[in-house]
């Protein structure tokens, strides 16, 4: 069950244009202000437009998850491509996040040395409304030498919330709902 997303970094500002006209330059990777984090897929109206909430987890960590599950998190922020809030990142990590039976592997939040999920910024319109709007395109996982490509992904996990996992370039476990 991972339907495939665009994370859109939603951006107040921008989200006021009238028609979508993309710029003309590459976006940064290095976002200051804070932001929140939009998954779209249209075509799995049960993660449409859904919020990227962080769920506090131990030694500081936190776990991602769908709105409504955890907290809203509005005040992140991307440098070269990390997400981060405050002292903790976005990694994905291997055992014991990975499971074989669909090859993904958690992605989630802290400070440790895992492995980073990174990401490149690019221009898009949103699917409902045509306003502009960047997204987050996942670049690669940041193993030694980096993992390039793959996508990010939701699935369904305990307690009927949507976790976010990483989907490896030309994976063939991965399931669609
Ligand atoms: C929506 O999910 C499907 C299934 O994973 C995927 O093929 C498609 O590319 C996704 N669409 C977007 C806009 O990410
Ligand atoms: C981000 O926002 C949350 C919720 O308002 C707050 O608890 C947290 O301290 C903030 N963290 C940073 C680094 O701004
Ligand atoms: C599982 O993912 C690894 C990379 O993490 C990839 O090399 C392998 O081909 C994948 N297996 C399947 C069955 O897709």
Redesign the pocket.
Same mark, same amino acid.
Request: charged share 5%; net charge negative; hydrophobic share 15%.
């Given at each position: 069950m991972? #339907? *495939? *997303? *665009?994370l859109a970094v939603f951006l107040g500002a921008l989200a006021t244009a009238l028609a979508c006209d993309i710029p003309g330059d590459t976006p940064s990777n290095t976002i200051v202000e804070g932001f929140a984090i939009q998954v779209?897929?249209? *075509?799995?109206p049960i993660i449409h437009n859904r919020m990227m909430n962080l769920w506090p987890a131990g030694g500081g960590d936190n776990h991602l998850y769908l709105s409504p599950a955890g907290d809203a998190a509005s005040n992140l922020t991307l440098a070269d491509g990390v997400i981060n809030r405050g002292i903790i990142h976005a990694v994905i990590n291997g055992e014991p996040q990975y499971t074989a039976d669909d090859n993904t592997t958690k992605i989630f939040m802290t400070q440790r040395g895992d492995p980073k999920a990174l990401f490149d910024v690019a221009y898009g319109c949103n #699917?409902d409304t045509d306003a502009l709007q960047k997204e987050l395109v996942l670049r690669a996982r940041g193993t030694n030498p980096p993992t390039l490509g793959g996508h990010i992904?939701v699935r369904l996990a305990s307690g009927n919330r949507h976790e976010f996992r990483y989907s490896p370039p030309g994976n063939t476990g991965?399931q669609?709902l």
């Open positions: 991972l #339907p *495939s *997303s *665009s779209q897929n249209a *075509s799995y #699917p992904c991965e669609t």
